[in-house]
Structure formats: C-alpha cells, structure tokens
C-alpha cells in the first residue's frame, strides 16, 4: 500500500520557525552495508560541524553493541542539504563511535581519514560507479515478467523505452536529489541487465569519496522508498547468464595526472599486481565471499583469483582508459570493487598500497 504524497505535502508545507533545523543524521548499520537515519531538531542555524551536537543510538538494534551496554554515538562529519525536508533543512553524515569512545567496528572512515591526510601531498582523485538492481517489493526484479526472465542481455545497457529499460523515475529522481544535496555525481546510465543501473560520483578528493558514495547510497534508498520499489546492492543479485553490479573505481594522484603520467600508472599497477589477495578482501563486506559470485572472468569481469591489467580490456582487474594510453597521462580503473563495497575500505587500501608502501 502506497501512502498518498499530496497529504504529506500540505504538511511539508506548513511553516516551520526559521531558527529550527530538522538534521538527520545518517550512519553505516553493523552489516557495513546498510545505512540508518533518525531525526533530530536543532535549534539555530546550521552553518558548519561546530552547530551539530554529538548524538547516539541504540547499538544493540543495528548489530553494533551488546543489550547491557548499546549506546553507540553519532560523529558528524559532513552536512548535506536535505533534498526531502527542503530549505534549511540538513542531512548529517555520520562516523560511529563505541562506548569507550573507540571508532565502531564498520567505522572504516576513522582509518581511512588518516591514510588520507599521509597521502595528502599525492592529492588521491577517485572516481567511483555505483552499479545496482532495483527490485519489487516482492524482491523480485523491477519490472520483469513475475513468471520468468525478460529476453537476453543487449538491448538494455544505455537503452531507452519502455521494452528496454525499467525504472527510469527513480533514477532520474536521485540524480536530482544528489544535485541538490551537495553529492558530486558525475553521471548516470542504464546497465547490460535489465532494472539494473549506474551512477558516477566523483571525481573526489580523498576521504570526500567515501563520504558522497555513502550519502548517494542513502538518497538512493530513501528516493527509491517514495515510489515503493527497493534498491539491492548485492553484486550478483541474479545468478546464471545475467551481469552482476559492481563499484569501479577510478584512481589518479597528481603525478598520473601530468605529462607522461602513465609511468607513475605503471608503476602503481605493479604494485597493485602484488597485492590482489588484500585487495579483494576489502573489497565487499564479506572478505571476498560476495565477490566470489560475480568475479567470475564472464560478462565483463575478470576472475577472482588472478590480477590482470590491459588497455580498454573490460576483463581485467586494472584497465587503463584507452584515452590515457593515448595522452600517456590520466587514470586507472580498478574494476574489482563489488557493488556493495565500503568505498572508505577501497579507498585507503589503493592509497596505502600505491603511495605508501
Ligand atoms: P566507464 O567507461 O568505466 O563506464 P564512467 O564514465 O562510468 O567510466 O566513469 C568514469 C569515472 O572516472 C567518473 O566517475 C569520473 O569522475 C572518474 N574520473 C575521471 N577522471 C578521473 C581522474 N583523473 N581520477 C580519478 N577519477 C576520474
Ligand atoms: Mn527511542
Ligand atoms: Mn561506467
Ligand atoms: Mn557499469
Ligand atoms: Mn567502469
């Protein structure tokens, strides 16, 4: 049952006094994948981190803590405009801390931050593309026949119609809603399976790609709940002759980025040669077991257990834009990272491996 959106609006209408702030705040569940909100009022203007008090929850209710001592507290570390509530409205992202004040177990921003700020003289850009599924509220496949599959892969990546694609409203919604809040979303298209989509966000500095895939993440769950159709970012969500989702992730530092760049880009996918295994276990959040599923060397991925590289090669772990080869200058895909991966865990592990190791 959908609840009617033109009631909510004459109330989303009412005036609200200026010096009253409504901030939700936003964090990572105890999964590493899901992500929580509650509301709160703040009174004044919020400008900057310093307006924002320091918040809690019960812990115990999202796989964070133990019953008998479930307080986890809520770190504001970035402010977004809240596309939903409007005007001055806030979204709050959120770091989460433990009882003794040490970060919580899927807090991969704590260390993240810190790689970051060591590497700042490389000045990391990422670029990141957020693949997922959208699904029923039966959990079955948006838009495909309940008793069956759709037609083969080939006219759905980058299609258009309505044979062609399914769900466009929302994805065109959350490009929006991402726009508005601050996000820096680059880009979007339709993927090669059906009801399964892309965006881009980046490129980004350092710990500011984490921070705007997450809150993405949350805009596109919450969009997504206002036309009552579901968002999985599970990497193989169909198995058999059906793509699975991804998160590939585009990597320069400053050195790739000048003339002849490409020798620092060699030189970092030697090093990224001789670190697979670490990477693919920071690369979902099951330790390399829900990248099991989709790196399966088909349907434009390489295989789990072998490195590779290759100009404008789709299979390969490391590709290098055909464009970059050619200006000898530019970037790098690492297109291992699975759909549902913690971009602050990609991030730092691409850092430490090729500036400082
Ligand atoms: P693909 O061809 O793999 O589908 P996309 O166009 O979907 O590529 O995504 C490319 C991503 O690379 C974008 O998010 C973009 O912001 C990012 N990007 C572009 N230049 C750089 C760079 N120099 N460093 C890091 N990321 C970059
Ligand atoms: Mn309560
Ligand atoms: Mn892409
Ligand atoms: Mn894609
Ligand atoms: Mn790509």
Not at 121 to 139: I, R
Not at 149 to 164: A, E, L, N
Not at 196 to 209: D, N, R
Request: proline share 6%; net charge negative.
């Amino acid at each position: 049952m959908s609840l009617n959106k033109t009631v909510l609006n004459r109330f989303l209408d009412l005036e609200v006094p200026d010096n009253i702030t409504q901030a939700t705040y936003v964090w990572i569940d105890g999964s590493g994948e899901n992500v929580r909100c509650k509301t709160k009022t703040v009174m004044g203007a919020v400008n900057g981190l310093e307006d924002l008090p320091e918040w809690n929850f019960d812990g115990s209710s999202t796989g964070q803590a133990e019953g008998s001592n479930s307080d986890v507290y809520l770190k504001p570390v970035r402010i977004y405009r809240d596309p939903f509530l409007l005007g001055h409205h806030k979204l709050v992202l959120c770091e989460t801390y433990k009882y003794n004040k040490k970060p919580a177990d899927t807090n991969y921003r704590f260390t993240c931050a810190q790689v970051m700020d060591e590497a700042k003289s490389e000045v990391p850009w990422f670029g990141m593309e957020q693949e997922y599924t959208l699904l029923d509220k039966d959990l079955h496949p948006y838009g495909w026949p309940k008793n069956g599959f759709p037609g083969p892969q080939g006219p759905y990546y980058c299609g258009v119609g309505t044979d062609k694609v399914y769900g466009r409203d929302i994805v065109e919604a959350h490009y929006r809603a991402c726009l508005y809040s601050g996000v820096n979303v680059s880009g979007t298209n339709a993927e090669v399976m059906p009801a399964q989509w892309e965006y881009q966000v980046g490129p980004c500095e350092g710990i500011t790609m984490g921070d705007d895939l997450w809150m993405s993440r949350f805009l596109l769950h919450r969009v997504a709940e206002d036309f009552g159709v579901v968002v999985t970012l599970d990497p193989k969500p169909i198995p058999g002759d059906w793509n699975g989702a991804g998160c590939h992730t585009n990597y320069s530092t400053k050195a790739m980025r000048e003339d002849n760049g490409i020798v620092t880009i060699e030189k970092a996918i030697t090093k990224l040669a001789g670190n697979h295994a670490a990477h693919i276990k920071a690369y979902d959040p099951k330790d390399g077991k829900d990248n099991e599923r989709r790196l399966t060397g088909h349907h434009e991925t390489s295989s789990i257990h072998d490195f590779s590289a290759g100009v404008a090669n789709r299979g390969a772990s490391i590709r290098i834009p055909r464009s970059c080869a050619e200006e000898r200058k530019g970037y790098l895909e690492d297109r291992r990272p699975a759909s549902n991966c913690d971009p602050y865990k990609v991030t730092e592990i691409i850092v430490r491996t090729t500036c400082l190791s």
